[in-house]
């Protein structure tokens, strides 16, 4: 079963949430319009681990990155439903 709402109404009207869904969606949109393959997509702003422990600095920014990343359209749909919700 598939959560379409919750049982806790808010009185703020959720402008971070709108804004992480719409940024979700336009780096989901320019992902997919890229002619480079998904995997290299993957590896230059997914956060690998190993890249972490090596050097540190330089993989700081995939942390963030790696957030908005996602690997199809029911990844990226179920991900801002449950982020609405």
Do not use: C, R, V
Not at 41 to 53: D, K, N, Q, R, V
Not at 57 to 84: D, E, K, Q, R, V
């Amino acid at each position: 079963m598939i959560p379409l709402k919750d049982e806790n109404p808010t009185k703020n009207f959720p402008h971070i949430t709108i804004f992480l869904i719409i940024s979700n969606t336009l780096i989901f949109l320019y992902q997919t319009s890229q002619p480079i393959t998904s995997i290299a997509i993957f590896e230059s702003y997914g956060l690998i681990p190993a890249h972490l422990t090596k050097s540190p600095i330089s993989a700081y920014p995939t942390i963030y990155s790696s957030m908005f990343i996602h690997s199809g359209l029911g990844h990226l749909s179920g991900n801002m439903l449950y982020l609405w919700i």
